[in-house]
């Protein structure tokens, strides 16, 4: 009989990182070591290791005495990261428009078209694949950071962050946002077609800030407001 294999302190990390970020583990949450060392089946010692990690990261808290609860949303380094994206993401694809390619043109509509495939489904929101559809969503910005040869850039703005990242999975199970996300690559998409770099900014700016336009007053109702910080 084959033995299964034991997991290494950084695949655990990830595991417990990508279930924090799609929601899965909820803010203020605690996770218990003994929980995690039977889920995973190795000792307490790593699973320290673990958490030490998410703390230092800015994913969960460590009381002593208490446990590690999972570090509820900072909406305010959420907007400052989103204000970063729009400022860096319109210098990139302004560059991209300028001097694009034909062939590169057609790998961006080439994502697009695949992002319209990943929106299929979503008068389902139980069944819909949200994970497929943020890759799409990705994979389509990712172009132009690689044809301008900007992906240092795009790993720091992709990178999976503790407020930022949250808040985007927010935005699409709490406000449906799947139609205004895909309407506003189509919008790119013209903009891309058309040569045109008039109103990248103000596009940029409301695609990536559509989560707190989108979710508006909801913010601040009990379904929502544990997810943020109690100053907020």
């Known amino acids: 009989m084959e033995m299964k294999r034991q997991l290494s302190v950084n695949e655990i990390y990830e595991m417990v990182q990508n279930e924090i970020v799609s ?3 909820k803010p203020n949450e605690m996770l218990g070591e003994n929980a995690l060392s039977a889920r995973f089946g190795v000792s307490r010692t790593p699973i320290r290791s673990v958490l ?4 230092e990261n800015g994913f969960v808290r460590i009381i002593a005495g208490k446990g590690t609860f999972v570090e509820p949303i900072n909406i305010e380094i959420a907007s400052e990261l989103i204000y970063l994206r729009v400022s860096v993401e319109s210098r990139v694809l302004r560059d991209f428009i300028m001097t694009a390619s034909p062939t590169d043109i057609e790998s961006v509509r080439y994502a697009y078209h695949m992002l319209l495939e990943a929106a299929e489904g979503t008068d389902d929101i139980e ?10 969503d990705l994979d389509m910005h990712k172009i132009w950071f690689k044809t301008m040869n900007k992906m240092h850039l795009w790993d720091l703005v992709t990178k999976p962050h503790p407020d930022y990242s949250r808040f985007i999975r927010l935005d699409i199970v709490g406000a449906r946002n ?3 996300v895909i309407n506003e690559h189509g919008k790119i998409m013209e903009l891309i077609d058309s040569k045109t770099i008039d109103g ?4 940029m700016s409301s695609h990536l800030s559509g ?3 989108r979710l508006g007053s909801k913010l601040f109702t009990d379904e929502y407001k544990n997810y943020f910080q109690a100053s907020f």
């Open 52 to 55: 030490q990690r998410l703390q």
């Open 23 to 25: 929601l899965a583990i």
């Open 200 to 203: 990248i900014e103000e596009l």
């Open 211 to 213: 989560g707190i336009r």
């Open 127 to 136: 069944t819909f694949d949200i994970n497929n559809f943020l890759q799409k």
């Open 178 to 180: 799947v139609p205004d």
